[in-house]
Nanobody, 125 residues
Framework: HVQLVESGGGLVQAGGSLRLSCAAS????????MGWLRQAPGKEREFVAA????????YYADSVKGRFTMSRDSAKNPVYLQMNSLKPEDTAVYYC??????????????????WGQGTLVTVSS
């Protein structure tokens, strides 16, 4: 049984930065792509960023491209989401997710296999 534990959420002013972390515990996630999804109040869940297992290639939603950076350490655990130039519309609960298929993270019609508990990011104007 694997758990994903997020940390780093909080309150920040517009234009500020936060870094989210996600650590897997319980067993290794060999072969799993990892990513971040977010859901704002009253809105649909949306893809934010993902990183492939083998090459560490990163993918981003257009809304965060150039502002957010996903990375991981050499052991591929934990993963991070560096969020810069934050906007009020970035306010949401951010979930760390993992799945063997990258598309399960990136596609709105699919749901990743493994989820963290979520961490709240609030950006004030």
């Amino acid at each position: 049984h694997v758990q994903l534990v997020e940390s780093g959420g909080g309150l920040v002013q517009a234009g500020g930065s936060l870094r989210l972390s996600c650590a897997a515990s319980g067993r290794t996630l060999g072969g799993y792509a990892m990513g971040w999804l977010r859901q704002a109040p009253g809105k649909e869940r949306e893809f934010v960023a993902a990183i492939s297992w083998s090459l560490g290639q990163t993918y981003y939603a257009d809304s965060v491209k150039g502002r957010f950076t996903m990375s991981r350490d050499s052991a591929k655990n934990p993963v991070y989401l560096q969020m810069n130039s934050l906007k009020p519309e970035d306010t949401a609960v951010y979930y760390c997710v993992a799945d063997l298929a990258l598309q399960a993270i990136m596609s709105p019609s699919r749901s990743p296999e493994i989820w963290g508990q979520g961490t709240l990011v609030t950006v004030s104007s």
